[in-house]
Nanobody, 116 residues
Framework: QVHLVESGGGLVQPGGSLKLSCAAS????????MGWYRQPPGKQRELVAT???????NYADSVKGRFTISRDSAKNTLYLQMNSLKPEDTAVYYCRLLLSTIWEYWGQGTQVTVSS
């Protein structure tokens, strides 16, 4: 069994920064990719950023230049540094883990609210 626990969400003013973390535990093997997704209020879940086992990153156009995804392989922890936050970044942020390109796991989500 695999467990993902996100942390680091909260309330921040526009222009501010937050850093999300996602700690993975359990039967972690053959990680194919990890990523961050978000679900804004009343909308569908969308991709924010992903990182492969080889370190290749991919970002949604809306966050390029503002967000940075990274991973500490020794700690099985995924991060998302979010800078220059905008009200439209308000959402529940979810961590996703893909093992051996087959098994998919999701965290419970962490709320990020950008408001003055």
């Amino acid at each position: 069994q695999v467990h993902l626990v996100e942390s680091g969400g909260g309330l921040v003013q526009p222009g501010g920064s937050l850093k999300l973390s996602c700690a993975a535990s359990g039967s972690i093997f053959s990680i194919s990719a990890m990523g961050w997704y978000r679900q804004p209020p009343g909308k569908q879940r969308e991709l924010v950023a992903t990182i492969t086992s080889g370190g290749t990153t991919n970002y949604a156009d809306s966050v390029k230049g503002r967000f940075t995804i990274s991973r500490d392989s020794a700690k099985n922890t995924l991060y998302l540094q979010m800078n220059s936050l905008k009200p439209e970044d308000t959402a529940v942020y979810y961590c996703r883990l893909l093992l051996s390109t087959i098994w998919e796991y999701w965290g419970q989500g962490t709320q990020v609210t950008v408001s003055s």
